[in-house]
């Protein structure tokens, strides 16, 4: 659980390195990256973790990379990050200094708010149930099974489309997924805890496919902050 944990925080502190330095203009259209040894070299993280953020980098369409030791082999930046995906990935930088409360208060702000518009109206929760049963496969790691999750209530968000409260659901994610899997540490029994969180997450979709708002909205505001206090990860809650 500990080494999974370190892994997806060494990725995702390559992935914040480039994004700072794309965000604050160091780095700009038709420059290249540091290579992969010199990277993992300067940030102290293995070269598996310098290419997982590259992929996503890449999937953004921010960085172009191509394979060889020529002088166009490696990773070439292609785009700056402007508009709505740079106030993102801004967010997702910020996001790692955000106090664990006031990130949980966000999300009950928010998510809130997305199951309330789910249930309420027209209603796609095709992804949120093909999540629902990759999450139900044999032999998840704890990191496997909490990005799924992640990605769940991320499917949730886009679905309700709000653009920018999935813009800041994604924002977010990095921030809500360090936190849970640091309390994962906690949970003494985590099978239990997985079974519960299953259990949680199929109650929730039920009600929003139901339109039952209000039971969806105690639902997930239970499932939140149930987890955290499970955790061990206690804040307090204001009411709104």
Known sequence: ??????????????????????????????????????????????????????????????IRTATGSGPQSGAIVIATPSGGLA?????????????LGDVVRTRLVLEDAVVTDLASGTRDTSAAHRLLD???????????????????????AEAGGNTVIAA??????????SYVLAGSAAIDDWDAMATRLRSEHRALIAAIDDGAADAARDLVHDHITGYYTA??????YRPH
Do not use: K
């Open 1 to 62: 659980m500990a080494e999974a944990a370190q892994t997806t925080r060494a990725w995702r502190l390559v992935l914040e390195h480039i994004e700072r330095d794309l965000l604050d203009g160091r780095l700009g259209p038709g420059d290249r990256l540091p290579s992969e040894r010199d990277l993992a070299a300067d940030l102290g993280v293995g070269r598996s973790s310098v290419r997982e953020a590259l992929r996503v980098l890449e999937v953004m369409g921010l």
């Open 87 to 99: 106030a993102l990935l801004r967010l997702q930088v910020a996001a790692q200094g955000f106090a």
């Open 134 to 156: 990759a999450m139900d496969a044999d032999g998840l790691t704890t990191a496997e099974f909490l990005a799924l999750d992640a990605q769940l209530h991320l499917a949730l």
């Open 168 to 177: 800041m659901m994604a924002g977010l994610r990095t921030s809500i997924e």
């Open 231 to 236: 955790a061990g990860l206690t804040f307090a």
